[in-house]
């Protein structure tokens, strides 16, 4: 390790004290996920438990909606790894959400192909007709809308998942109003899915 001359190192100064999520309520998988996630790390050598984070991440998405420190800890409690470790992998990631979220997740993605495509109009058409930024959740506690990097399929820009999962193809500035109607009466049905899985 190398110390800058000008650097004020004082005691502690090698401690972080970023902040990555709130503290939430306290956290504990519910004994099907103990089984499940046990089952995961089954797979893997003892001392590779780690290999796990993203399926016990994921874990504590679907159990409480999104990761709170309380969370992060109890998964490196689980893992035997560090919060820290669990912290690094959970701000890597996109699709891990450190504050609440709307029903439904609008990734919109905004790389090369979608972007020439429309993207960024699209995200302003979707801005206006929730009335909130990207990042944002919209009054009704229904939408959250963001923005996302390629999604594969960049012949059918621009693209929308939802909720990390669902699929929407080919979606225009002028559809955007009746998308977000749609998604409110019909759910993921109103979804045109990924053309690779309603085609093959
Ligand atoms: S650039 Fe948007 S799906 Fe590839």
């Not at 956290?27 to 290999?51: H, M, N, W």
């Not at 159990?63 to 109890?74: E, F, I, P, S």
């Not at 963001?146 to 693209?159: I, K, N, Q, S």
């Amino acid at each position: 390790m190398s110390f800058h001359p000008l650097m004020p190192y004082g005691e502690g100064w090698h401690k972080s004290d970023r902040i990555v999520a709130a503290e939430g309520q306290p956290f504990a998988f519910t004994p099907d996920r103990v089984r499940q996630l046990e089952e995961i790390c089954g797979k893997y050598p003892p001392d590779r438990r780690k290999s796990a984070v993203l399926a016990a991440l994921y874990f504590v998405q679907e159990q409480q909606g999104y990761l709170t420190a309380n969370a992060m800890r109890h998964v490196a409690e689980f893992l035997r790894i560090t919060p820290a470790e669990v912290e690094d992998v959970a701000t890597y990631y996109v699709m891990f959400y450190r504050a609440p979220v709307g029903r439904y997740v609008l990734q919109v993605c905004r790389t090369l192909s979608c972007a020439l495509g429309g993207a960024e109009r699209v995200v302003e058409a979707l801005s206006e007709k929730l009335g909130i930024k990207v990042g944002e959740t919209d009054a009704s506690g229904m939408f959250t809308l963001m923005e996302f990097e390629c999604l594969g399929a960049c012949d059918r820009a621009p693209v929308v998942m939802v909720n990390n999962e669902y699929w929407h193809e080919r979606l225009t500035p002028e559809n955007c109003s009746k998308f977000v109607d749609d998604i409110k009466v019909r759910g993921e049905a109103a979804l045109s899915g990924c053309y690779l899985k309603v085609e093959n």
